[in-house]
């Protein structure tokens, strides 16, 4: 005889699971591109800021998957990403839709992580 008590939970987490699965679908099928620009981790979050933004533009949230997850924990061992400390950044990464969102709006999921250092000058400047 099957508990009356444990249907309703164990609905829930068939729910659940399958609103998950279909959410990582949701990231797998996005375009991914190549990045680059300037990176600050802060209390709040980890913020990316492009080449070619403009002064005033809003800073993207950013996430790790798939190998950068791994990228990201050796970068840190290594001194990079350190709390309110900006560094360069090239990547590559995935910008989200509506479907996928941070604390400030659609995030950038980064895949692989190429380049990691401190910023110079002419981190975004063009070849001469």
Known sequence: MVNRHLIIPLALAAVLLGACAGRQGDTMSLPIEPFSGHVTTTPTGTWFVPCGAAADAAPWWV???????????????????????????????????????????PALLVRDIFEIRAPRANDCGRPT
């Not at 998957?65 to 560094?87: P, Y």
């Open 63 to 105: 996430t790790w998957v798939d190998a950068a997850v791994r990228q990201m924990e050796d970068a840190k061992k290594a001194g990079f990403l350190a709390l309110n400390e900006r560094a360069f950044v090239r990547w590559r990464a995935s910008r989200t839709d509506g479907r996928l969102v941070g604390p400030g709006g």
